[in-house]
């Protein structure tokens, strides 16, 4: 059964450019949210996506947008890069509908901008 | 707004100790949910427990045991015995709203270190 995944594992930008990271949930799970963790904090939640459709969202800003596929998998998008995007972008599975509404973890993207 | 925080930012202890990690929280709702996660080195988030507001009964797994009180808003979490192994980030989470599966508050982590 696996987990959730996360590409790519590592990913080096400049500033203004756009990136696109890509998580597919662990097998069975609906539900997809997304955090940003800097280094030496905790997550922040960034959003989350329920049935093709932005569900919560945190306070990051529009640069921020991502998109939930029929098949459950969702990309993040981040615009118009700067050096405080620089962080670990972790993505979080779950099913609420089925009693696993506990987040499961993906491995995370390391983004670096320069 | 929610906000959960872990006073202590690194423990170091020798094996075989046992430690405390504590955790304390602050919501407006009165159905809200609480977490333990570990993040070792690799860097994903695993999951460890998972305490609802109604139900205040301390857990036990093994080494692991956590203790939760609304009077004090707290979700400490004890290690017994501690091994090398342990040695991560332990992160405290919140889900409020009336879910579980919303939105994660996360505590700042503790960064544990267990020497041989």
Known sequence: ?114 | AQKVTQAQTEISVVEKEDVTLDCVYETRDTTYYLFWYKQPPSGELVFLIRRNSFDEQNEISGRYSWNFQKSTSSFNFTITASQVVDSAVYFCALSDGGTSYGKLTFGQGTILTVHP
């Open chain 1, 1 to 114: 059964d696996a987990g959730v995944t996360q590409s790519p594992t590592h990913l080096i930008k400049t500033r203004g450019q756009q990136v696109t990271l890509r998580c597919s949930p662990k097998s069975g799970h609906d539900t997809v949210s997304w955090y940003q963790q800097a280094l030496g904090q905790g997550p922040q939640f960034i959003f989350q996506y329920y049935e093709e459709e932005e569900r919560q969202r945190g306070n990051f800003p529009d640069r921020f947008s991502g998109h939930q596929f029929p098949n459950y998998s969702s990309e993040l998008n981040v615009n118009a890069l700067l050096l405080g995007d620089s962080a670990l972008y972790l993505c979080a599975s779950s099913f609420p509908g089925g009693g696993t509404d506990t987040q499961y973890f993906g491995p995370g993207t390391r983004l670096t901008v320069l």
